[in-house]
T-cell receptor, first 114, second 111 residues
Framework: KNQVEQSPQSLIILEGKNCTLQCNYTVSPFSNLRWYKQDTGRGPVSLTIMTFSENTKSNGRYTATLDADTKQSSLHITASQLSDSASYICVVSGHPGTASKLTFGTGTRLQVTL | GAGVSQSPRYKVAKRGQDVALRCDPISGHVSLFWYQQALGQGPEFLTYFQNEAQLDKSGLPSDRFFAERPEGSVSTLKIQRTQQEDSAVYLC?????????FGPGTRLTVT
């Protein structure tokens, strides 16, 4: 069964610190990998999308990496802010082309504190 | 509005009741997805439409779940004879290309 596993399950960091979230997947074939941010009570919002040929992509203070050989991805958050408190979900698309169904990880719940 | 909207935002149903959840996608988005998200879990795929055609319904957990998108725009997810295990957030997403835009979800609680 295609799976997406994330670690850690939850994380608490001080405001201003950096953190890295991990994602391992077994989805095959592989089309693209996405990181979403989901605030409590809201739908997920896309942060980055990476295809097979991309190994890093940044969106402001968020930087995602992808190693398609080892099937691993990470999301690095720099200079965290209180508003970064949310669940971060790694999502893999196993089908080429557009609008394909996605396999979601269970997410890492991040809490940024003062 | 510019985003995906869903209604109601919250629904409490007695076990055995039927419910209907509505999704208004972004105008012009061809693809529409429904997901089920249990507490503390990531969303799980339920079904997918391209325009009015339901191309994949492999994620629907039972024949009590039914989705439609008759005019290729608004979609309705219907759950018949609700059970407690149906309690979850139901997310709708619409898409034009790669990107999926999610609505805020409907939180269904079955008592």
């Amino acid at each position: 069964k295609n799976q997406v596993e994330q670690s850690p399950q939850s994380l608490i960091i001080l405001e201003g610190k950096n953190c890295t979230l991990q994602c391992n997947y077994t989805v095959s074939p592989f089309s693209n990998l996405r990181w979403y941010k989901q605030d409590t009570g809201r739908g997920p919002v896309s942060l980055t999308i990476m295809t097979f040929s991309e190994n890093t992509k940044s969106n402001g203070r968020y930087t995602a990496t992808l190693d398609a050989d080892t099937k691993q991805s990470s999301l690095h958050i720099t200079a965290s802010q209180l508003s970064d408190s949310a669940s971060y979900i790694c999502v893999v698309s196993g089908h080429p082309g557009t609008a394909s169904k996605l396999t979601f990880g269970t997410g890492t719940r991040l809490q940024v504190t003062l | 509005g510019a985003g995906v909207s869903q209604s109601p935002r919250y629904k409490v149903a007695k076990r055995g009741q039927d419910v209907a959840l509505r999704c208004d996608p972004i105008s012009g988005h061809v693809s529409l997805f429904w997901y089920q998200q249990a507490l503390g879990q990531g969303p799980e795929f339920l079904t997918y439409f391209q325009n009015e055609a339901q191309l994949d319904k492999s994620g629907l957990p039972s024949d009590r779940f039914f989705a439609e998108r008759p005019e290729g725009s608004v979609s309705t997810l219907k759950i018949q004879r609700t059970q407690q295990e149906d309690s979850a957030v139901y997310l709708c997403a619409s898409s034009l290309c790669y990107e999926q835009y999610f609505g805020p979800g409907t939180r269904l609680t079955v008592t």
